[in-house]
């Protein structure tokens, strides 16, 4: 027994059986020990992003962690724009990067990298292996790590040579480290605060916003009179029919300080304080309004389980029947295609128990707002900000629910910082439909760039936004990458399109050309 092998050992024992991979020559013992583990499925991806993206994705759905394998400081490297997302989302991940040979360092070969510099930018835990039989207790750490709070990036380094040499051992699976539980008496405290009858608002992240929790939620808020909301970009949503209702907090600072303002008392629970996504000229940064008292009951760590359960007993609220949402059929009169009529459509088409992983941008929100009294379904969204998140979020999620249908709502800009996703989700034949929102348009950046007034743009500026010239055929692209794909140019079309996606498993992409 290798290194390898040991570690691969070490991670199934974990609960660890899935490894999202991009290798390279360092990596090659790794490839063949996941080749001899039956019990770990590998997944390859075609660049790291999707692998760093994919694995946050499933990461959100199953409540554990994936292994990703990557190639040296270059690859890991490659991976930090979704590695970053999955950071903000509290996603456990599991990185094995390889690296060179421990003793083939000192000659500099061209692929040398500080690579322990370069993943504690993206990590919370690192370690570098410094033998055979430290990598396989190098993963054991590596997994409990990820499992910490509510979820951490754990990246564990590992010599190509302490790899292919032999192990004495295979290392046993640690225990799960133990809830950040929320004191008593700041429970108390906050159950105070709320029972003061000022007018409050509960802001709601991580597994606060799992049903059983909002269930929970929504009954203090009915007894209380407190608005629940979520971050602009939460984790994960469960939201629907029967699910009790969260405001978002808009993306724009001066609408979500408008939100803010009604409130004198504002709850965190599992969410930092709200602030401005950026910085803007003469506008505030920090959006509670300063007559707006700030509590927290739970940090983002903490178990907010426990936390809900607690204050739902320190308040007396002894049921669940807060107000829910109820099922509607919309009315689609309008036969254009816009991000109203798809979110329409979407909501009456929509299974029960669907995932959508929302990339939308500039057209995602009229699509949120429509499918809130859609069947009961999971919302994924771009948590980090670095755009390219969505197709490999939805590969990711595919994965972690094989038996649920994946929805991706992809802009056309950011999907091609990912694209090679849809190969990937051809090849593990994943149940997702892309509805890849064509306008031709990095949209999002022509409202910023009147919103910090950097000045009448001229046609040269004006040309960095814009996606035309030439126009880029999605449908075309996916199924040169082994995807059924089809074009929707009016609501009707799309209506057709759309329900027999919903019908149909496997991967596919509807262009929507808007």
Partial sequence: MNGAEA??????????DICFANPGTSEMQLVSAIGQTDEMRPVLCLFEGVVSGAADGYARMADKPAATLLHLGSGFSNSLANMHN???????????????????????????????????????????????????????????????????????????????????????????PEPLHVRSDRIERIAEAIRSEKKTCLMLGGKALREENLAKLGAIAEVHNVTLMCATFPTRLQRGAGRAPVQRLPYFAEQAAEALEPFEQLILLGVAAPVSFFAYPEKESWLTPEHCELLTLAEAGEDADSTVAGLTQALGISNDAGTVHQRQIHEVSDDSLNPLTIGQIMSNEMPDNAIVSDEGATCGLAMFLSTEQAPAHDWLTLTGGAIGQGLPVALGAALACPDRKVIALQA?????????????????????????????SYAILNIELARVGAGEPNAKTLSMLDLSNPDMDFSSIATGLGIRATQARTSSEFQTQFAEAMKTPGPCLIEAIL
């Fill in 7 to 16: 570690l691969l050992q070490t991670l199934v024992a974990s609960g660890v």
């Fill in 412 to 440: 056309d800009g950011s999907a091609m910082y990912t694209i090679q996703s849809l190969w990937s989700m051809a090849r593990e034949n994943t149940d997702v439909t892309v509805i890849l929102l064509n306008n031709k």
């Fill in 86 to 176: 999955a950071r903000r989302a509290g996603s456990p991940v599991v990185n094995i990067v390889g690296d060179h040979a421990s003793y083939h360092l000192q000659f500099d070969a061209p692929l040398t990298s500080d690579l322990p510099g370069i993943v504690r930018w993206g990590s919370h835990w690192t370690e570098v292996a410094n033998s055979p039989d430290e990598l396989s207790a190098g993963g054991a750490r590596a997994v409990q790590a990820s499992l910490r709070g509510n979820g951490q990036i754990a990246t564990l380094i590992a010599p190509a040579n302490h790899a292919w040499d032999a192990a004495s051992e295979t290392a046993a699976a640690l225990p799960k």
